[in-house]
Nanobody, 121 residues
Framework: VQLQASGGGSVQTGGSLRLSCVAS????????MGWFRQAAGGEREFVAG???????YYADSVKGRFTISRDNAKNTVYLQMNSLKPEDTAVYYC????????????????WGQGTLVTVSS
């Protein structure tokens, strides 16, 4: 499985971005998908996840601002990010979890290359 993330960029505080992640292969619909981020000098952290059935999970820091969704026909998972803050600045990674749960505590099996999001004040 190969994952290709895109959509990062530079925005001002309060702005919006939508990240996309396209997956190769025929099993996308059965995977749990997640978005993670890693700020400079920090550890990678879970941001949002979606199960194969569409159940969603969010880190407390992004609840109410970010929305994860998936389009199985396009093998794509999205992360809509609104009301962005400088502390959202990070490299964002998408990941696939073959058991299908997509939650924060699961081992993710495949990772994309990351896309940089920069939020200026």
């Amino acid at each position: 499985v190969q994952l290709q993330a895109s959509g990062g960029g530079s925005v001002q505080t309060g702005g919006s971005l939508r990240l996309s992640c396209v997956a190769s292969g025929r099993s996308f619909g059965s995977y749990g998908m997640g978005w993670f981020r890693q700020a400079a000098g920090g550890e990678r952290e879970f941001v949002a996840g979606i199960s194969w059935r569409g159940a969603t999970y969010y880190a407390d820091s992004v609840k109410g601002r970010f929305t994860i969704s998936r389009d199985n026909a396009k093998n794509t998972v999205y992360l809509q990010m609104n009301s962005l803050k400088p502390e959202d600045t990070a490299v964002y990674y998408c990941a696939a979890e073959v058991r299908g749960w997509g939650g924060p505590g699961y081992k993710y099996d495949y990772w994309g290359q990351g896309t940089l999001v920069t939020v200026s004040s």
